[in-house]
């Protein structure tokens, strides 16, 4: 993350609003020890052109939110908030860029501004925040996007960042004998929104909001997020005194504002990892995924062609393969080109384009990504596959590494 040495004011809801803003999320510079990617009649090859005219050592690190320049890290506050911090820092950045602030508020852009970089190569920004000494910050998610232009120059120069201002303050709900419990855990588009199980195809964000009561302050929560059965996801969080012992929670949600959250059947699963009876769980679903209906369907990964699927490596894999199906290509069999795109930490990383020659119908496993040397790189990683020029046949996935 990264910030501004000063303030930018916008205002937003008349007066009531003004917004001095910068933020950056944590990126990992791309290694320069690239893996390799493989797939195809074409054989194994290194698609990566190195990084020509790339500023591989400049990037933004460290992105944090507080409610004072130099306060403790956090990313809940409580309703009535009235200023929060963005503090970053940034290493090499040239003169000739520019920044570029997309800041979301409960899935929607709310603010898009871009401005000269006036900041110095290297340093640590703590001055930016976002206040409305009147009526408080707008409870809600609060999601930001900041990256250098041109982004073919500053790869690693792009973060993203996310923080939640509570809708109410947490109140005592009733629990018999005084056990620590979970209960009514549902889901919604929003913190505050509509109880929903069924979401549309694209949708940027899904929000968990339960109940509970006499959890011990400090006691580890773990979520567990899952698609189609397979762990995708995990987070482990300290239980904060902020939100007391017993209330309702509505900060946890599940996003991905670029893309749109992946079609499928989810499950949500909620408990104190000390306790683990204490616990809420759910499922819910995201768009339709039939076969054959984007030509493209049931993306899985895994360390070998035919094994367990997976969204959770560990121990820095030598290779990772996509798995896929496919149905219905009948019209581009000759001559079409399937494209596959992969990212790490939001940067783009390697890309490979390769003539269509798996016919009609049928499943692919032949494709990986792999570092038998070194390991492949801890991250997040995400993967476009799709025909070029044929809409419809885009197909998404997402993985980790730790």
Not at 48 to 69: C, E, H, K, Q, W
Not at 205 to 233: C, K, Q, T
């Amino acid at each position: 993350m990264s910030s501004y040495r000063n303030r930018h004011h916008q205002q937003y809801f008349g007066a009531a609003l003004i917004l001095v803003l910068l933020a950056i999320l944590f990126a990992y510079p791309p290694a320069l020890n690239v893996a390799k990617m493989q797939g195809g009649p074409t054989g194994t090859e290194d698609p990566n052109t190195a990084f020509g005219g790339m500023n591989v050592n400049s990037y933004f690190t460290d992105l944090s939110f507080s409610i004072t320049p130099d306060g403790p890290a956090m990313n809940y506050f409580a309703g009535g908030t009235t200023q929060i911090y963005a503090r970053w820092n940034y290493i090499n950045i040239g003169p000739e860029a520019r920044v570029t602030r997309h800041w979301y508020l409960n899935g929607q852009l709310f603010i898009n501004r871009s401005d000269p970089w006036t900041y110095g190569a290297n340093g640590r920004l703590n001055s930016i925040s976002i206040f409305d000494f009147s009526e408080g910050l707008t409870p809600g998610y609060w999601h930001v996007v900041i990256f250098l232009e041109p982004q073919a120059a500053y790869p690693a120069a792009v973060l993203e960042g996310d923080f939640v201002i509570a809708d109410y303050q947490p109140g005592p709900q009733p629990i018999p004998n005084g056990q620590p419990a979970f209960s009514n855990l549902t889901m919604s588009s929003s913190a505050a929104g509509a109880t929903t199980f069924q979401f549309p195809a694209g949708t940027p964000l899904v929000s968990a909001r339960w109940d509970y009561a006499n959890i011990p302050i400090g006691a580890l929560m773990v979520r567990e997020w899952y698609r189609y059965g397979v762990l995708f996801h995990v987070v482990e969080e300290a239980w904060s005194a902020n939100w007391g012992s017993s209330g309702r929670l509505t900060h946890v949600a599940l996003y991905d504002y670029q893309n749109g959250l992946q079609s499928g059947d989810y499950q949500l699963r909620i408990y104190l990892k000390d306790r683990p009876d204490v616990q809420a769980s759910v499922a819910f679903s995201i768009g339709q995924q039939q076969p054959g209906a984007g030509y493209f369907y049931n993306l899985t990964f895994s360390t070998s062609a035919d094994g367990q699927a997976q969204g959770i490596f560990y121990n820095r894999p030598a290779q990772i393969f996509a798995r896929w199906d496919f149905a219905n290509v009948t019209n581009f069999v000759d001559g079409v080109t399937v494209q596959r795109r992969w990212y790490r930490n939001g940067v783009l990383w390697l890309t490979r384009n390769e003539t269509w020659t798996y016919g009609v119908n049928g499943h692919i496993n032949n494709v990986s990504i792999y570092d038998f040397y070194n390991g492949l790189l801890p991250g997040s990683y995400y993967v476009e596959i799709e025909l070029l020029g044929v809409q419809g046949s885009l197909i998404t996935g997402t993985f980790e590494i730790r």
